[in-house]
């Protein structure tokens, strides 16, 4: 039995979860399992679940046995109390989070149906790729095509009903929406979630009163990212702790846990503290983005829009504290086209939903094709398959591709899997049907 086999039954709910209890005998009611975390800290991230009258919201944790809890160090660990359920195989002890409090645990060692670990092991080796990856070569190319721009809409969507939930939080605000989507693609996947909560407690109405000073702003994003603390010797971390501590005073202000920050497995160039000093950087040269972003229609104009360097404090530094070589930390180009195709591109569309301006979609949408394409596993996988990836909007439409369709196990909706099934020598179907 390996830990990754239960991770695996439990992001894709392969298991009897009727009845559910936790072994204390509570009724569990799952709504949301979270999404898998291949980083530092809990297994799933942003689950919802109740258990009993309670409705939690956090961390899952998942263990062979209960008691590797201990064996691994999370009673030591900060990022481990926001753990709302233990998954495990054998509950042979109880666990509880580092003030005391018992974290509810549900054994799945009854719930596994039979085979599944054997048909886990067959799919294991596929799932970084795709079930029907050795007869990929027999589609069509107008199957392929099909697929592409399927899934680069169902993408934009997807990403369209994200920002519909935060409209509706800041009552279609949309400067505060983009501001929002800014800070979490900052944060660069790792952190992703942790600058967007930064962004909700320090939002666009409190930076507006300090956007003519950048200090301020760093100060303010800084403390609230509960990066700054009493008692420093540094001259530049006190003089920031004494502006935010007086802003923090003025305006009630509560700073986010510094656990929340991950910085190892990071290039220091992608450390929590430089993109805090850039978006305060972004944020001093234009606090509202919004009616430049729909007045802009070429990609040199939008790239000009975004151009920002950290304060002089950060030339030779990536962290408080230690210096390093001198270089400006500049916002890149690389980033700035990640900017505009993960947070721009999409609020555009949002927005143009919203209005009902076909011509601001299309603009968007249109970006996309003039962008460079983007490199990553996913990107890198698909061109070793033979899929061409010459822009932006290739690159968004194999990631759809990948995350919508593939990893889900969704060949049936798939025109690249039913042209597979309509040939002479079909697949298994547990290659093409979500195991589910």
Request: proline share 4%; with cysteine.
């Amino acid at each position: 039995m390996k830990e990754s086999f239960l991770q695996f039954l439990w992001q894709y709910g392969l298991f009897n979860a009727q009845e559910l209890k936790t072994t204390d005998g509570i009724p569990v009611q799952i709504e949301n399992r979270g999404w898998l975390n291949k980083n530092s800290g809990p297994d799933f991230l942003n689950a919802r679940i109740r258990i009993g009258e309670q409705y939690w919201a956090g961390q899952v944790e998942i263990h062979i046995h209960s008691s590797e809890w201990m064996k691994h160090g999370h009673q030591h660990d900060a990022a481990y109390d926001n753990t709302i359920l233990h998954v495990v195989f054998n509950n042979d002890m109880d666990i509880c989070r580092r003030d005391g409090t018992p974290i509810p645990c549900v054994e799945l060692r009854n719930r596994i149906p039979a085979g599944y670990y054997k048909r886990w092991q067959e799919l294991d080796q596929s799932l970084s790729g795709v079930p029907c990856g050795s007869r990929f070569k027999e589609v069509d190319e107008s199957a392929k095509l099909s697929m592409r721009h399927r899934a680069l809409a169902e993408r934009i969507i997807g990403k369209s009903m994200v920002i519909g939930e935060i409209a509706t939080q800041t009552i279609y605000h949309w400067d505060e929406i983009l501001h929002r989507l800014i800070a979490r693609y900052l944060g660069f996947k790792v952190n992703s979630d942790a600058m967007e909560q930064l962004a909700m407690v320090a939002p666009l109405k409190l930076l507006r009163h300090y956007a003519g000073n950048q200090k301020q702003l760093e100060a303010i994003l800084f403390g609230q990212a509960g990066l700054l603390r009493r008692g420093q010797r540094e001259k530049y971390m006190k003089e920031l702790f004494q502006e935010y501590d007086f802003i923090a005073a003025k305006h009630g202000l509560i700073p986010l846990n510094p656990v929340i920050w991950k910085f190892s497995r990071l290039r220091p160039a992608n450390f929590p503290t430089i993109r805090i000093a850039q978006l305060a950087a972004l944020l001093h040269r234009r606090i509202d983005f919004l009616d430049e972003v729909l007045k802009t229609e070429s990609l040199d104009g939008m790239k000009k829009l975004f151009y920002c360097r950290a304060s002089p404090y950060w030339d030779n530094r990536f962290s408080f504290g230690e210096k390093g070589l001198k270089r400006s930390k500049n916002l890149g180009q690389e980033s700035i086209q990640g900017l505009v195709v993960n947070a721009v591109v999409p609020v555009m569309v949002a927005y143009a939903n919203h209005r009902g301006n076909q011509e601001l979609k299309d603009r968007a949408i249109d970006f996309l094709n003039d962008l460079p394409p983007e490199n990553n596993l996913i990107t890198r996988f698909w061109e070793k398959m033979g899929m061409p990836n010459v822009c932006a909007y290739d690159s968004q439409a194999l990631i759809g591709l990948k995350l919508l369709y593939c990893d889900k196990k969704r060949c049936l909706e798939c025109s690249i899997g039913q042209q597979l099934l309509q040939t002479e020598e079909k697949i298994h179907a547990t290659e093409c049907q979500s195991l589910g």
